[in-house]
């Protein structure tokens, strides 16, 4: 049974236009993540809910915004992707977020910007 | 941020050989993970090491968990072609801080 759902799987947008990625989970974690990943390259951590406290990685760009409205539900939301945007998008959780949990990845989101 | 060295970064091998790869860092981490990730999709976890000296099966794959707290491996046995793709370690320093290594791309051939 999947626990990390992500949708859509791959999201084609254009230059500039906003889009959303979605992520749900059916562990009722406390913590969700964004990660991003580019080609060949390891996830890179953009930002974590705990809860409904957001917590932003200090090199995240402010072009990405997040949105948790209940537990099991996160969103990914891009104001204006730029080429460079384009990646693979990873959902994760985890139970507190502790240094001894272990973090569950959805399948992930392919985002094209044309 | 502290950094995983993980070695090698490409492994060719044939079907049937053992596979060993490693992950170090000058850092002290609480957890190592490994994790597989297969074209188009989200890594999946593997293995979870929580104790430094930490042996840990998982059928054919096997990982420790280094004594310094600072290193973890991870070998395959009996290679199959399903076992192609990238293997991550990842070490949590702390809360909500897990490092990633650069990845392992393995290819096996028939």
């Known amino acids: 049974d999947a626990m990390v759902i992500q949708n859509p799987r791959y999201q084609v947008t254009q230059f500039g236009k906003p889009v959303t990625l979605s992520c749900s989970q059916t562990?009722?974690?406390?913590?969700m993540y964004w990660y991003q990943q580019k080609s060949s390259q390891a996830p890179k951590l953009l930002f974590h809910y705990y809860d409904k406290d957001f917590n932003n990685e200090a090199d995240t760009p402010d072009n990405f915004q997040s949105r948790r409205p209940n537990t099991s539900f996160c969103f990914l939301d891009i104001r204006s992707p730029g080429l460079g945007d384009a990646a693979m998008y990873l959902c994760?959780?985890?139970?507190?977020?502790?240094?001894?949990?272990?973090?569950?990845f959805g399948p992930g989101t392919r985002l094209t910007v044309l | 941020g502290q950094q995983l060295n993980q070695s090698p970064q490409s492994m060719f091998i044939q079907e049937g050989e053992d596979v060993s790869m490693n992950c170090t860092s000058s850092s002290i981490f609480n957890t190592w993970l490994w994790y597989k990730q297969d074209p188009g999709e989200g890594p999946v976890l593997l293995i979870a090491?929580?104790?430094?000296?930490e042996l840990t099966s998982n059928g054919r794959l096997t990982a420790q968990f280094g004594i310094t707290r600072k290193d973890s491996f991870l070998n395959i046995s009996a290679s199959i072609p399903s076992d192609v793709g990238i293997y991550f370690c990842a070490g949590q320093l702390g809360n909500n801080d897990m490092r990633f290594g650069a990845g392992t791309r393995l290819t096996v051939k028939p």
């Open positions: 090491l929580y104790k430094a000296g």
């Open positions: 562990l009722n974690h406390n913590v």
């Open positions: 994760a959780t985890s139970r507190e977020g502790r240094g001894t949990d272990t973090q569950y």
